[in-house]
């Protein structure tokens, strides 16, 4: 019979994930490990590990790993990319971590062009600490620290962080993708292939925003979740490249 | 042997570069030389000061933080009222009368007063000041050799040409005039 | 080699380099803006990284991330910058990673006073970072001994995989002095193999994991292991001073410049018939513990702890030795205002003076 489908096996473990059931940073982390495995740099990655739910890559991903404080992951992968410039280097961030504690750090980064990729997974919640509200927590959208939902009144809005970025000068690739969908799903391994190319060619800074969901601390059901994220969070969090300065030239 | 001199001025009359000047051609010559600079938070025209103290290994001086100075160089009317009274006894103050209108009262220290920007109009070499105040002191401490300090002229404006290092021996010199009549 | 006039932050600069430092990360600060701007010049020039960081805590942090990959890293600060950096200095332990931290001290607390003062003497010994670690700390009093100390800390750094910390008071930042510099030293960067991430091109091994977050039993056995490092530091690494001891009836205890000045104080002080004589702690991490508590205490009529902080803060660790056998006596200044020779021969002289009326 032939083998139409299989897991990663040079940059992910057999183990099981340390992630709740139907949690999309699963499917991330194994569309993160088929890419940098189909493009042959499981021994060359390194993996920046931030402090959140992500943390957990670290029961799964096989690789060079190091864990950074909260928020300073783009600092971290800083220096390691200057210093070893060879390495395939990304971050994988949580939105508390990278648009709260970490946006200094981020903005910095990709401002300076950078020449790693950061990949931000945005569910809009901090997963580890129980649900609290997120800078990116939707208007109306309940949380621990927000029981009635989010109050623009004295919360504000929810930080579209791809945007943010967009407005520096420096970045080279910059695209949202949702993970809520089997074609979302196909994109977004496409895009990460696309941001992990370029950096392997010091093309300059490289943005992934990945749109995941929390069934626990959105408190709905797997399936449920994906049916909001189809018809809530990805309207105001709109997919799409937004910024391909390789496909300018 | 140990002397520490005291150089104090406004911002910008180039406290610091005769301070780091003097300890440079000690430090050259072999002596101990420290040098310590202090500064208001202004970048521009605040106070400047700086203490540089030269030595030698059988006489040392360990504190760059010291009282009582043995030269003074005042470039400004409160500094030499601000650290007169840290001149030592017998000690020698340097003012620069182009500036300083005000007397010393004091009658127990060698006062030599170098009207140092009129001196510098008069050599054509209007920044020149500081070596000029720097060559009277040294002719009157005697804590650097003249011709030595010379020859460290000579090394330092090297790349400036020999125009630019006769202009300044030469205002140096007049300075050595002043400091010997005391 | 010839002697040169150097700055004291030029000088922990140069010497870092020499030493192998080839990251800089740091923010600007008063009073150590020095170290970044010869650092951002420097570094070029031998192959190294320069960068300004968008913060202290990101400094710190790009430091952690090139020494992850097994280059020799450094950050410099003042008081305020250290505190955020406290941050890093803490995953730094806790990663076992090496680096370099500079902490040219200026009077605090708050944002404080940009003038010379040592008042970090508490964060730096007992608790920089959360989590309970120490990291070893030197205190240089001249431009040369900053030189010779910073050019070995990287050994040290890597020999216990830890942060090692150079306090710099802001007046030695401040002086230049002359200072004979060392060779360059050669550095084998795939040295690091066996603790970092660092790979020759190429090369498969097994993966590697640098991280702070360990399971508990895993985090008890480093700190199990940490807590008999530094028991071996007490034994294998005090570096102090001893000056016009052997016969003191007064020991003065002084680091950094502040001990400079009781040198200058000591000498007078000694004209005068006064028997009096200075440790100086050279690492306050591991601090001399054997050679206070060691003291004749027949002879040593009373210690006098002379600091530019008040309230002076080495004092505890000093009584700890002293253990009640003679006084323990402390002057200082602090929130940027100095003193001077003639001052500490004052201080000096009425302590011991009414120590006897008394």
């Known amino acids: 019979m032939a083998v139409v489908y299989k897991r990663p096996t040079e940059t992910l473990r057999p183990v099981p994930t340390g992630f709740c059931p139907g949690c999309l940073h699963s499917t991330a982390i194994r569309i993160i490990g088929e890419a940098v495995e189909e493009m042959g740099q499981a021994d060359n990655c390194i993996h920046v590990l931030p402090v959140g739910c992500s943390t957990l890559n670290l029961l799964e991903w096989k690789g060079d790993m190091i864990g950074a404080a909260h928020g300073r992951a783009p600092a971290v992968a800083t220096g390691i990319k200057r210093s070893s410039p060879e390495r395939l280097v990304f971050t994988y961030q949580g939105d508390g971590d990278i648009a709260a504690i970490g946006f200094s750090e981020i903005l910095s980064a990709a401002n300076r062009g950078e020449k790693f990729t950061v990949i931000f997974a945005n569910n809009q919640t901090y997963g580890m600490t129980g649900g609290q509200m997120a800078p990116t927590t939707l208007v109306g959208q309940k949380s621990t620290t927000c029981i009635n939902g989010r109050d623009p009144e004295t919360m504000g809005y929810p930080i579209r962080l791809s945007e943010i970025i967009d407005s520096l000068k420096a970045p080279y690739f910059i695209a949202r993708y949702s993970l809520a969908n089997p074609k979302g799903i196909i994109e977004a391994k496409k895009g990460i292939k696309k941001a992990f190319t370029y950096q392997m060619e010091s093309r300059g800074f490289t943005f992934i925003e990945l749109l995941t969901n929390c069934p626990t601390n959105w408190g709905m059901k797997p399936l449920d979740s994906l049916k909001y994220m189809e018809e809530t969070t990805s309207k105001y969090f709109v997919p799409g490249v937004i910024r391909d300065k390789g496909a300018e030239n | ?182 | 080699m010839a002697k040169i006039l150097m700055k004291g932050c030029e000088a922990v600069a140069e010497a870092a380099v020499r030493g192998g430092c080839r990251f800089f990360a740091g923010y600007p600060i008063t009073p150590q803006n020095e170290i970044p701007e010869y650092m951002s010049r420097r570094l070029p020039e031998v192959g190294g990284t320069f960068i300004q960081g968008e913060s202290e805590v990101a400094s710190i942090s790009m430091v952690y991330g090139a020494s992850s990959v097994g280059v020799r890293a450094m950050t410099s600060s003042s008081g305020p910058g250290i505190s955020l950096k406290s941050e890093g200095a803490s995953y730094l332990s806790g990663t076992m990673l090496p680096a370099l931290i500079v902490d040219v001290t200026r009077g605090g607390p708050g944002l404080g006073s940009i003038q010379p003062s040592q008042s970090d003497y508490f964060q730096l010994t007992k608790a920089l970072g959360h989590g309970g670690f120490h990291m070893m700390c030197f205190a240089p009093e001249s431009c040369q001994e900053i030189v010779d100390l910073t050019y070995n800390a990287f050994e040290y750094a890597e020999r216990d995989r830890n942060p090692v910390i150079m306090c710099l008071d802001g007046c030695l930042g401040a002086i230049m002095e002359q200072v004979e510099l060392p060779e360059m030293k050669e550095i084998h960067r795939d040295k690091g193999e066996s603790w970092s991430l660092y790979r020759h091109e190429g090369e498969k091994r097994d993966m590697h994991i640098l991280t702070p977050y360990l399971m508990e039993p895993q985090l008890e056995q480093l700190n199990r292991m940490r807590a008999k490092q530094y028991l071996s530091w007490q034994k294998n690494d005090v570096k102090v001073e001893n000056f016009m001891t052997d016969d003191a009836e007064f020991i003065c205890i002084a680091y950094g410049v502040s001990a400079r000045v009781a040198k200058d104080a000591i000498i007078m002080l000694r004209h005068d018939g006064y028997k009096v004589g200075l440790i100086r702690p050279i690492t306050l991490v591991p601090y001399p513990k054997a050679q206070i508590a060691g003291l004749d205490y027949g002879r040593v009529k009373g210690i006098i702890d002379i600091e530019l902080a008040i309230p002076a803060q080495m004092k505890d660790d000093i009584s700890l030795q002293v253990a009640g056998r003679a006084p323990v006596y402390e002057y200082g200044r602090t929130g940027g205002v100095l003193f001077d020779d003639v001052e500490i021969y004052g201080a000096v002289k009425k302590i011991i003076d009414s120590s006897r009326e008394g």
């Open chain 2, 1 to 182: 042997m140990k002397t520490t001199v005291i150089i104090s001025g406004f911002g910008g009359q180039g406290v610091m570069s005769a301070g780091k000047m003097l300890a440079d051609t000690a430090s050259e010559l072999g002596l101990n030389a420290i040098y310590l600079p202090e500064y208001g938070p202004q970048q521009r025209g605040g106070k400047a000061k700086c203490t540089v103290s030269v030595s030698d290994k059988n006489d040392t001086v360990y504190s760059p933080l010291k009282r009582y100075c043995d030269c003074l160089i005042a470039l400004n009317d409160l500094s030499l009222q601000t650290f007169l009274p840290q001149l030592k006894k017998g000690g020698i103050l340097v003012m620069n009368t182009s500036i300083i209108k005000s007397e010393p009262d004091r009658d127990d220290i060698k006062i030599i007063k170098v009207p140092a920007d009129d001196i510098a109009m008069k050599v054509k070499n209007p920044k020149a000041g500081n070596l000029i105040i720097l060559g009277a002191l040294t002719a009157a401490a005697g804590l650097i050799k003249g011709e030595d300090f010379k020859s460290s002229i000579e090394k330092r404006f090297k790349s400036k040409g020999q125009a630019v290092i006769n202009s300044n021996l030469a205002a140096f010199d007049e300075g050595q005039k002043l400091g010997k009549i005391v």
